[in-house]
Nanobody, 127 residues
Framework: QVQLVESGGGLVQAGGSLRLSCAAS????????MAWFRQAPGKEREFVAA????????YYADSVKGRFTISRDNAKNTVYLQMNSLKPEDTAVYYC????????????????????WGQGTQVIVSS
């Protein structure tokens, strides 16, 4: 049984930084692509960033490109999301997710292809 547990959320002022962590267990972490999604109040869940597990292949939503960085530590079975220059519009519940394989850049953002999800961690950015 795969478990994903997020941590690191909290309240931060605009312009500040946070680092989210997602600890995974249950299957060989290094073999699976990982991603972060977020859901703001009253909005649908959206893609934020993905790490394909293939060195150098990462993807970002346009809204976070240049500010957020996804990374993984396979020795610790953990994926991270470093968030810098935070804006009030980044306020959301952030979820990590795992998918069984990487099938290309056109599908990496597709939530339906992720089979395991964490419970989410709240990020609030005050103006």
């Amino acid at each position: 049984q795969v478990q994903l547990v997020e941590s690191g959320g909290g309240l931060v002022q605009a312009g500040g930084s946070l680092r989210l962590s997602c600890a995974a267990s249950g299957r060989t972490f290094s073999s699976y692509p990982m991603a972060w999604f977020r859901q703001a109040p009253g909005k649908e869940r959206e893609f934020v960033a993905a790490d394909t597990r293939l060195g150098g292949y990462t993807y970002y939503a346009d809204s976070v490109k240049g500010r957020f960085t996804i990374s993984r530590d396979n020795a610790k079975n953990t994926v991270y999301l470093q968030m810098n220059s935070l804006k009030p519009e980044d306020t959301a519940v952030y979820y990590c997710a795992q998918r069984p394989y990487y099938s290309g850049e056109f599908t990496i953002r597709n939530q339906d292809e992720y089979d395991y999800w964490g419970q989410g961690t709240q990020v609030i950015v005050s103006s």
